[in-house]
């Protein structure tokens, strides 16, 4: 008879299939179980870490990196633009 797969293992399974990027089919076929089994994980997993309300640290840090994204966007373009103003400057 096969082992049974420790509760570690599933969630890390579960884990992977919702974080990779990868095909649900991928995982499953990567650690060795089946699609159904590993949807099963997915589901069981979700439903035991469904977020009951925003956690507004995480809120708040992800408004503070897009502010500092634009930023870092606009001072981009303005370092292309003093590149392009000084390399047609050339005597």
Known sequence: MAQRPS?????????IALTSGLTRRQVAADIGVGLSTLNKWVKTFSEETAPVGPDQA???????????????????????KAAIFFAVQKP
């Open 7 to 15: 509760e570690e293992f599933r969630r890390d399974a579960a884990r």
């Open 58 to 80: 995480l809120v708040r840090e992800i408004e503070l990196l897009r502010r500092e994204n634009r930023i870092l966007k606009e001072e981009r373009e303005v370092l292309k």
